[in-house]
């Protein structure tokens, strides 16, 4: 039997421990996402969703519990597990390919190896193209894109995806999703996906994992066995739809209450 | 440097395409900018000649341009400062009144570049440097930020005592007005620096040396050039002060020199030289800024276009 790729136990997390200022963003959350699957992290803003991500890559400590991705302890970040941001985070003084090969660079990859694999990884992702340009010369979407590929580019055993298609307008966001279910499908990895849409987490997910207000707990787990590409108005869909919203709608309802209570108090 | 096989890559089947394109672009840029300058000058040396002709402005005090930019040779005589303090010198001695200014502004100039150069190389190093260690931060940041307020006229008895009479005060002068303000600028930029950037490098497994080098040193360097044309101007200000005290010749020299023998014009005269070095330096500034920052699309390279 083989490890999980990330596997999560008790996990919680406080933000500035010990001081006036200390809130918990997440609590008691139990995880496990097999190899190759894809997780999406569903749950109303602000509530500790995108700091489990950063726990699970290792850029910050958990306040409690574990994680382990394939059986090892995650004490920092590793190259294995790349994260993708909401934000676009290509460095703008780098073309795009010396950006697909950064992490190549920092482990002193030579020059034309360098060349050669981000040529491949931006073919297989469609941005052949791109090669040469500027981060600033290319659209919203192609740089999500590119972000990717400068994930896959290190052969990555998980993907962490902090909302990544938040800032691009609906119809760009449709056809992203579907170059990230080909991209998963092809590279085997595991996707831990964050988003507050539904219908996002409904096209992309094997589970949905559902997540209470801040602070977050996991509220519930949703499994979507369909096939993709699925049709978003299938009458499962639609009870789907209809359950998620009523899950996360509460949790909603909850968040602003609470933000009521600290503005009143 | 890392962009050259794109260059030669992208520049290969049209060799002179792109910079036939770019000279093109270049002159067209330009030539609103020539024009709106000289409007700009030429109407501000109007007002000031209309205010002579209707006799607003006393010419024995404030010289309209006509006239102290009338005798280029007679103003140009003044310049001719570097010897006369020694004994036994005789006042027509000395370079030609050309050569005295083309010496006269070569010296400025050069103490200019002096100390904005060590200003920008050390505390660019030593900003760095406080970010990455923190024991140089604790031992420097607190006697930094208290010496940044002190004004650069307090820093020129000690700049005397130090380095007596010459090039060395004017020099140090001019690197104690920016350092200070330099190195807070400086740790300002690293502070501001986009998370995500420095959080894409840890995820691909970059070392702390290799995030400053690679991610941080790259991301504040538009900013500083920001800074460093700032301080350009406040070089060119505190060189003129060191100069008019502790320093054989120089501009500021000129400017006391006018100032004692009551010529106004010759003030005008120097202030219309300061005023086109600063300009140009602005200009070459510029320049250096947009061909480092070429990742930066043309209407945000810093203030180019402003």
């Given amino acids: 039997m083989s490890e999980p790729a990330i596997c999560c136990r008790g996990v919680g997390k406080v933000w500035a421990a010990g001081t006036e200022r200390a809130h918990e963003a997440l609590r008691g959350i139990d995880l496990i996402v097999e190899d190759g699957e894809f997780v999406v992290v569903l749950g109303p803003s602000g509530c500790g969703k995108s700091t489990l991500l950063y726990l699970i890559a290792g850029l910050e400590e958990t306040s409690a519990g574990e994680i382990a991705a394939h059986g090892v302890p995650v004490t920092g970040p590793a190259p294995d597990r790349s994260l993708i941001f909401q934000e676009t985070s290509l460095f703008p003084w780098l073309s795009v390919w010396q950006n697909v090969s950064f992490g190549l660079s920092l482990r002193g990859v030579g020059k034309a190896e360098q060349r050669e694999i981000s040529r491949q990884v931006l073919f297989r992702t469609g941005l052949t193209e791109t090669f040469d340009k500027r981060p600033h010369e290319l659209s919203g979407g192609m740089r999500q894109r590119v972000a990717v590929a400068r994930a896959l580019a290190m052969r990555p055993k998980v993907l962490l995806m902090d909302e990544p298609f938040a800032a691009l307008d609906v119809q760009t966001r449709a056809k992203m999703q579907g170059f990230l279910l080909d991209v998963w499908r092809e590279s085997g990895a595991s996707v831990i996906f964050v988003t507050h849409h539904i219908d996002e987490a409904m096209a992309l997910a094997d589970r949905v994992v559902v997540c209470t207000a801040r602070p977050g707990r996991i509220k519930d787990i949703v499994t979507i066995d369909r096939p993709r590409p699925r049709d978003p108005f299938a009458s499962e869909a639609v009870a789907l739809r209809r359950k998620l919203t009523e899950l996360l709608s509460a949790e909603v309802d909850r968040a602003f209450a609470e933000q009521e209570n600290v503005a009143i108090a | ?306």
């Fill in chain 2, 1 to 306: 440097m890392t962009s050259t096989p794109v260059a030669s890559a992208r520049a290969a089947p049209f060799p002179s395409a792109p910079q036939w394109r770019r000279a093109r672009g270049l002159l067209r840029s330009w030539l609103p900018h020539l024009g709106w300058t000289i409007v700009s000058v030429g109407l501000f040396a109007a007002i000031w000649e209309l205010c002579w002709y209707f006799g607003w402005a006393d010419p024995r005090l404030l010289p309209p341009p006509h006239v102290f930019l009338s005798d280029l040779t007679g103003q140009a005589k003044f310049f001719n400062t570097a010897q006369r303090w020694q004994v036994g010198v005789d006042s027509n001695a000395g370079p030609s009144p050309a050569v005295a200014v083309l010496i006269t502004i070569l010296s400025s100039t050069m103490r200019v570049f002096a100390g904005l150069g060590l200003a920008t190389v050390i505390s660019i190093c030593l900003g760095v440097a406080i970010r990455y260690f923190r024991l140089i931060e604790h031992l420097t940041l607190p006697t930094i930020t208290l010496l940044a307020p002190v004004s650069p006229v307090a820093w020129l008895p000690v700049a005397i005592f130090l380095f007596g009479i010459g090039n060395g005060p004017a020099i140090f002068m001019v690197f104690v007005a920016l350092f200070f303000h330099m190195i807070l600028a400086t740790i300002t930029q690293i502070d501001g620096v986009n998370r995500n950037y420095i959080n894409v490098a840890r995820t691909m497994g970059a070392s702390k040396w290799q995030i400053y080098r690679r991610v941080i040193l790259p991301a504040i360097l538009p900013g500083l050039l920001v800074v460093l044309r700032f301080n350009l101007f406040g070089a060119w200000m505190v060189v003129l002060i060191a100069e008019a005290t502790g320093v054989g010749f120089g501009l500021g020299q000129v400017i006391m020199m006018a100032r004692n023998t009551f010529n106004p014009s010759l003030v005008f005269f120097t202030i219309v030289i300061i005023g086109l070095l600063g300009f140009g330096c602005d200009f070459l500034l510029r320049q250096i800024q947009r061909r480092i920052l070429y990742w930066l699309p043309n209407r945000t390279a810093g203030l180019a276009d402003v």
